[in-house]
Nanobody, 125 residues
Framework: QVQLVESGGGLAQTGGSLTLSCVASGDTFNNYHMAWFRQAPGKEREFVAHISWTGGITYYADDVKGRFTIARDNAKNTGYLQMSRLEPQDTGVYYC??????????????????WGQGTQVTVSL
C-alpha cells in the first residue's frame, strides 16, 4: 500500500503563497486518486481539493476555488497543492490522502484510506 509524506508547510502572511508537496512511496503513485484535506484547531477535518489518478479531473472546496491549485507529477510520485492569496482562515494542518483509482472518491474523509502525517500551515494577519 502507499505511504504519503507531506512537506512545504510553514508561516505565511495574508495574501502570500505556499506550495505543499506530498511524496508517495510503497506503490505506484498513478494507482491512486489524491486529495488534500485540512484541519483547523478545534474543528473537523475538511476537504480542500481532489485530483484523479490521471490528473485529468480536479475539484475544489468552494472557499479555495481560484486561490488553490492541485496538481500531480506521477513520474516523480509527488502531488502538490499550490496555495495563493492565503487568508488567516486557511490556517491548519494540511493532509495528503489517497484512494485506489478503481474506487469511488469524493469530498468525505471516509473515502480515503491512506493518509500522510500532515504539515502545518499558519497564515498571519
Amino acid at each position: 500500500q502507499v505511504q504519503l509524506v507531506e512537506s512545504g508547510g510553514g508561516l505565511a502572511q495574508t495574501g502570500g503563497s505556499l506550495t505543499l508537496s506530498c511524496v508517495a512511496s510503497g506503490d505506484t503513485f498513478n494507482n491512486y486518486h489524491m486529495a488534500w484535506f485540512r484541519q483547523a484547531p478545534g474543528k473537523e477535518r475538511e476537504f480542500v481539493a481532489h485530483i484523479s489518478w490521471t490528473g485529468g479531473i480536479t475539484y475544489y472546496a468552494d472557499d479555495v476555488k481560484g486561490r488553490f491549485t492541485i496538481a500531480r507529477d506521477n513520474a516523480k510520485n509527488t502531488g502538490y497543492l499550490q496555495m495563493s492569496r492565503l487568508e488567516p482562515q486557511d490556517t491548519g494542518v494540511y493532509y495528503c490522502a489517497a484512494q485506489n483509482r478503481g474506487m469511488s472518491v469524493g469530498s468525505m474523509v471516509e473515502k480515503y484510506p491512506y493518509w500522510g502525517q500532515g504539515t502545518q500551515v499558519t497564515v498571519s494577519l
